[in-house]
């Protein structure tokens, strides 16, 4: 047994040595990173493969998204400065993460987010931290435009993953990934919307492969059939999916994203919403994790490259598959996924029957 305190540490003081921070940045945390890397050996057994699969549970992180491990290098790095307010284009988790990371910094937030289109839990998120939130009659990508517009005539820091330090402080679940696996995955798959993450991964695993010259992951990202740019090589004008936080029709990595697969040797592919959501009932059933819908597109996107034949038969390495936002984001799309609770007489045997004992 561990004797003394276990002492969490968020992403700036666990990794200090690997971002660019100095003794002068103070540091604006909520114990972010350190997430769960859970071995999936249900699904693996599920769907016969001989190699391991392990889930990077990003929803652990305190505002629910891998958004957090960014955030509060940017956040810190805007207090360095002095700035006063942050402001954010957002599908919903880049707003609850700016919002809660403002509160801690002592600054005011703004997020401009798209009308209706974003999750109730992450909306409330906002809200309740306090920020200004602003709903735009227009999608994602026009509200990042009109973003980039008010940073240029305005005292505001721009918190979105355009801004470098939200990248450094996101390459960081790759150290994770590297250090809990105790070597490099093989493969790892995970969903692409504006493409930071996959931008920050890669990164991430470079530096590291740089550093002890071992072999990086190959990156295989996925994006959603109806907001599919980079897979189609075109703009999205009016991208449309169930899962939001990848609902984009003009990634702003997009050509990050593209090297990070050229690079690696990997793919950036699409899979349509019903494979995402069966996908996200399995991970849910099967496993007992619940992300949110966008986070399935890396289970979905595991499932077609092993039917595309993309991974050699009897591969027997490791894959990771990134589960970016938890699943209580969005638990309205979860109920009605599935039928009704049944409703009984309060009799002991009608409980009984009624649950199948
Ligand atoms: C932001 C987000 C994504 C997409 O990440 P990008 O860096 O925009 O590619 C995927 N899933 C969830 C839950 C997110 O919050």
Redesign the pocket.
């Known amino acids: 047994m561990n004797s003394g305190p276990l002492r969490r540490m968020g992403v700036i003081e666990r990794f200090a040595g690997i971002l660019p921070v100095s003794d002068k940045t103070p540091v604006i945390t909520l114990l972010e990173g350190s997430t769960p890397l859970i071995e999936a050996v249900n699904i693996k057994k599920s769907l016969g493969v001989s190699f391991d699969i392990y889930l990077k549970y990003e929803g652990m992180n305190p505002t629910g998204?891998?958004?957090d491990r960014g955030m509060t290098v940017a956040v810190s790095k805007a207090a360095e400065k002095g700035s006063r307010a942050v402001i954010c284009a957002s599908?919903?988790?880049?707003s609850a993460s700016a919002s809660a990371y403002a509160v801690r910094g002592g600054m005011k937030s703004i997020v401009v987010i798209p009308e209706g289109a974003i999750a109730l839990g992450k909306l409330s998120q906002a809200l309740i931290h306090g920020a200004s939130v602003v709903a735009v009659k227009g999608n994602f990508d026009r509200c990042l435009e009109i973003v980039k517009d008010i940073c240029e005539n305005y005292e505001v820091e721009m918190v979105n993953?355009i801004n470098p330090f939200r990248i450094e402080g996101q390459k960081t679940a790759a150290y994770e990934v590297f250090q809990d696996l105790g070597r490099m995955p093989d493969y790892q798959f995970m969903?692409?919307?504006?493409?930071?993450?996959?931008t920050a991964y890669w990164k991430g695993y470079r530096e590291i492969s740089e550093s002890g010259g071992c072999t990086p992951p190959r990156m295989m990202g996925f994006q959603a059939s109806g907001a599919a740019p980079i897979v189609e090589g075109r703009v999205f004008d009016n991208p449309e999916t169930v899962a939001t936080?990848?609902r984009?029709g003009n990634?702003a990595?997009w050509k990050k994203a593209e090297e990070a697969r050229d690079e690696s040797g990997g793919v950036i592919e699409s899979v349509t919403d019903s494979e995402i959501l069966s996908a996200w009932r399995e991970l849910a059933c099967l496993e007992g994790v619940f992300a949110?819908p966008?986070?399935a597109a890396s289970l979905a996107g595991l499932k077609k490259s092993l039917s595309a034949g993309d991974i050699p038969e009897g591969f027997d390495g490791e894959a990771v598959l990134v589960l970016?936002?938890h699943g209580l984001k969005d638990p309205g799309r979860a109920v009605e996924s599935v039928d009704p609770p049944g409703v009984v007489e309060a009799d002991i045997e009608e409980v009984a029957r009624a649950a199948g004992l």
């Open positions: 998204s891998f958004k599908t919903g988790n880049t993953s969903p692409v919307g504006n493409a930071g993450n996959i936080a990848i984009i990634p990595s949110e966008a986070s970016t936002g």
